[in-house]
């Protein structure tokens, strides 16, 4: 299967990149695809684990103060 890139910018991008790392047009297109993928699928697990921990929080009861979540006696000592 072909790819053709009709954006001039683009595949100039695509040339400055495999001159300067080295690579084929092909090899460096593809590095770049699989580093934005992964970037993509570590965004996506960072924000499932993020929703799984707000999940829990939600889970606690809400506490009266959040600075000061202890309740205090009449002789200023925690209950």
């Known amino acids: 299967m ?7 910018d683009a ?7 495999a001159n300067a790392t ?3 047009k092909t090899a460096a297109v593809e ?4 580093r934005l993928l992964q970037e993509t699928e570590a965004a996506t697990d960072t924000q499932q684990r993020l929703r799984a921990l707000m ?3 939600d889970r606690h009861e809400d506490c009266g103060d ?3 979540f202890l309740q205090w006696d ?6």
């Open 11 to 17: 595949s100039d991008k695509v040339v400055r990149l």
């Open 66 to 68: 959040a600075v000061d």
């Open 74 to 79: 009449a002789f200023g000592l925690p209950t």
């Open 31 to 34: 590095r770049a695809v699989d």
């Open 2 to 8: 072909s790819l053709q890139i009709a954006n001039i």
């Open 55 to 57: 999940q829990q929080f």
């Open 22 to 24: 080295g690579l084929s």
